[in-house]
């Protein structure tokens, strides 16, 4: 790895930092409607 070890919530802002960073990336908004409906078809499936 690199010389600096990261744990989730470090990594979490990592990918935050780089999603608002970079050139036409998935949004925060577009990625919220992919967990959501990720979230309502495993509901659906119960």
Do not use: C, I, P, W
Not at 18 to 41: I, M, V, Y
């Amino acid at each position: 790895m690199g010389k600096y070890q990261l744990d989730d919530k470090g990594k979490a802002q990592v990918q935050r930092f780089h999603e608002k960073h970079s050139q036409g990336g998935n949004g925060k908004k577009e990625r919220l409607a992919k967990l959501r409906q990720q979230f309502l078809e495993k509901n659906t499936k119960q």
